[in-house]
Each structure stands twice: as C-alpha cells, then as structure tokens.
C-alpha cells in the first residue's frame, strides 16, 4: 500500500475538481482500484503503488493543463485521463510553436491534438495521397482541412480543392428547396465550418470568389487535372469504386491529396459498395500512398462521443458474429 498528496496550489481546485465534483468522479472511474480523498486544495491518493503512481502521472499532466490555459472541459479532463503515455500532454498542452498548423482567426491556433492525428500531419508531409480512416468525431477532416491551409499559406500549393459525394442520408435532394448550390450546400457544410475556424471571413469569402478555394460535389471534378492544389476527398465511405477512381486519377503535377473516411457510416444504397475499402486494400503498398487509421482515442467531439462509437462497435461486432452462426446453420442444413 501506497500514500501520496499532491497539492493543486498552482491552479483552481474548484476548475479541477469540477461543478458538484464531476470531473474528480470521471477521475475516480479511470481508477477504481484506488482510493482517493479530496481536502481544500490537496488530492489523496491510497492503493497499490502502480496504480497510485499512473494516477499521480495523469493528475500532474491535468494541473499542467489548467496552468496554461486556465479551464478544463469534462471533455479535455477524460481524454487526459485516458491517454496511455506521458505523451499525452503534448496532445495538449502547446509547448512547441512548431506544432501549430494554422493561426485562426483572433489567434486561434489550430494543431494535432492527439497520437494518430499527428501520424497524419508527419504522414501528409511525407506522402501525396494519404488515406485517414476512422469514426466519427476523431478530427479527420479538420486536420486535412488545416493541413490544406497551412500550405496554402505558406505558398506550397495555389488552391485548395475541397470536394464531398453529395449522398442522401435520409432526405431527398429533390424536396429540398432552393437552387442546385442551395440544395448540395448543406452537404459541404462541415467543410465550411473548418475554414470558418482557420481564414478571417473577409479572406475566406475572397478565396472563395476567385476560386483559390474550391468547395464541390464529387461530381464536379470529372475531367480537370489538378495541379499545384492541396485537394481533400471527405466522406469517400459514400463513393463508389469508379468515384474514388475518378478523384484519385484528377491529381496532377505538385498536389497533394487526403482521403477521409468513415467505413461504419455508408449511405449509399444497399445495391452500391463503397469505393473506399477497396482503394484502401489495393493501393496500401504503393509508395507515396499511406494510410493512418483513427479510433475512438482520437474522438475530440463531447466526451459522449466515445461511448456511442464503442456502443455501436460492440453491436456491429454482435450482429455480424450472428450473420456467421446463422451462415453456419443454412450450410449444416444443406449438408443433411
């Protein structure tokens, strides 16, 4: 059995501990195995001393945390908590200028906030295509998003080219009102809303005028070569074969291109396949073609998000582990 105390002198105990305790519940969850009492500003922290010293690990990396910026959401306090390695607080905590990707606007500074989104930052700077696969919430687009403007910025490419297959989820384009850009915005919304958070309204809106910035269906790429652009295929779950084809054969001299998708999340109709598996499978050993895949780790969205992800993982797995003994039955049956 081991004791330790450690003081959160240097930060508000009320912003680490939480409203009505919460966020010393969450780290009472991650390790229930110890005991720990809070008392004014000081953390107790009682049991075996690999688990006292993971515990005290994390706690000084979340104390790190508020000394530098003052707040700690119940989202941040979580992922902290469940980082596996003292790395973890480079997820977080901005000591090197250089890992910033883009200064939004009012300074808002854009990086890689987790293990695999910096796998796609160091993956994008080495290879022209990259393939980011995971869930939903892991900051796949914003990242390629922010990858995108920071060569934009620093002249390394002329355009950015952003592009999405306009796929129903539910809704019919047909009984949505407006024009055909009003009807297909709303696909690229999210689109919009990253460069929101990383160009001034006024720059953005002239990119936009001048075509410096493109944002367009799928469908719209068919037959132009691509040179000198930085070009992102999201949602690429909801392309067909010959639509990832199409995208991939548009790349041209000095471009770069990222792919981001989210396998568990097809829309398209139950006739179609997604293209995207199999431009995962056959291009992974070409080089200049990488691929980094996402889980529920890197989920940056509400702390809920992690769960629901796990949640529907765990049903997938139950539902296709009764396709197999259901397969399995009709075959015993044909064998009678």
């Not at 008392?39 to 009682?46: E, M, N």
């Not at 295929?233 to 041209?252: C, P, S, V, W």
Request: hydrophobic share 40%.
């Amino acid at each position: 059995m081991t004791e330790t105390i450690i003081n959160l002198e240097t930060v508000n105990p009320t912003e680490f501990f939480g409203v009505n305790n919460g966020k010393l519940d969450l780290l009472k969850k991650k390790f229930p195995l110890l005991k720990i009492l809070s008392r004014g500003t000081q953390i107790k922290l009682s049991g075996a001393p690999e688990q006292v010293e993971s515990a005290k690990e994390k706690i000084e990396l979340l104390i790190q945390y508020l000394e530098r910026n003052g707040h700690v959401s119940e989202n941040y306090f979580e992922q902290i908590l469940g980082g596996d390695d003292a790395e973890t607080v480079d997820n977080f905590i901005e000591r090197n200028p250089n890992e910033v990707l883009v200064f939004g606007p009012n300074g808002k500074s854009v990086r890689a906030r987790t293990a695999n989104q910096k796998r796609l930052v160091t993956a994008a700077d080495k290879n022209d295509v990259v393939f980011a696969i995971g869930p939903a919430g892991t900051g796949k687009t914003y990242t390629a998003v922010a990858l995108a403007v920071r060569a934009l910025k620093n002249k390394s490419v002329k355009k950015i080219i952003l592009t999405r297959p306009a796929v129903e989820a539910g809704e019919s384009l047909g009984f949505l009102p407006g024009d055909l850009k009003e009807k297909i915005d709303p696909y690229l919304r999210p689109l919009y809303d990253a460069l929101d958070d990383m160009i001034p309204a006024d720059k953005l809106g002239y990119y936009m005028s001048t075509r410096v910035i493109e944002i367009a269906p799928l469908a719209y790429m068919r037959g132009r070569t691509l040179d000198n652009a930085f070009i992102i295929l999201d949602e690429a779950q909801n392309a067909t074969d010959l639509q990832i084809k199409m995208f991939l054969t548009r790349i041209g001299a000095n471009a770069k291109a990222i792919i981001t998708g989210d396998l568990t999340q097809v829309d398209l109709p139950k006739h179609q396949r997604s293209g995207l598996e199999k431009a995962t499978r056959i291009l992974r050993n070409i080089d200049g073609i990488t691929h980094i895949e996402l889980d529920e780790d890197d989920v940056v969205r509400h702390r809920l998000v992690k769960a629901i992800i796990r949640a529907y993982d765990k049903d997938f797995e139950r539902q296709e582990e009764l396709q197999k003994t259901r397969e399995r039955e009709k075959e015993k049956e044909k064998n009678k």
